[in-house]
């Protein structure tokens, strides 16, 4: 099982499934099943696509020079970068925007920016920002304090780090003890809400059939089954 996993790089995907279900984080770390994604998805990348021109464009009129990011472009503190890729260790963010920060009187920082696809905030959007917030703080002198969400229709959300990363780093410790294992083994099928939409759907309904599992009843969520 260790060479299933060796070199394996932990991105925002992976967390955000993790955070949904471990076991379709664990799925998405050992990367050889793809299920098939949910139609929901491809509305909602369309949707994000076009957020995304719209409030790049929306910069770009305020006056404000974008530019595709580079670790040379982050090194050298320009104002917004695009399509960023932060790595730190084996963490990989991927996110929308970096952003100087407004708020900051003295020094540097960048704050990230996700676009979302969605009209309302969604529990994934949260997760990735933090994430790339998490990875971010890695990467510079000083942590972000805020971040923003931008949902369609062009609505800019302000978000707050003041709690922290501890799920965040939680989520990573356990996928990180998976990679080093010579026996971690997938997660027991758990059925929720996420299944509707999850790309591994319906190989875990099948396996949860097979199983005669507690979660196929209404109502039986994972702390009631224990």
Known sequence: MQDMFAMKTITSEIVTGFMHCQRKGFLLLVGKESGSPHEMDEIVTFNTKNNRNEYVSSLENE??????FTPERFASRLGFLIDVKLEADDLLASLDILAKSSSEPHGFRYEPTLISGNYFIQFEDKIKLLFSAYVLTQLQSKPPKNGLIVTTGA??????????YRPIVKAIDI?????SSTSAEAPRVMLNKHCNVCQFRHQCRKNAEELDDLSLLDRMTPKIIG
């Open 175 to 179: 996928l990180r003890d998976w990679v």
């Open 63 to 68: 006056g404000h020079k974008i530019q595709t």
């Open 155 to 164: 609505a800019i959300n302000k978000i707050k780090f003041e709690n922290g």
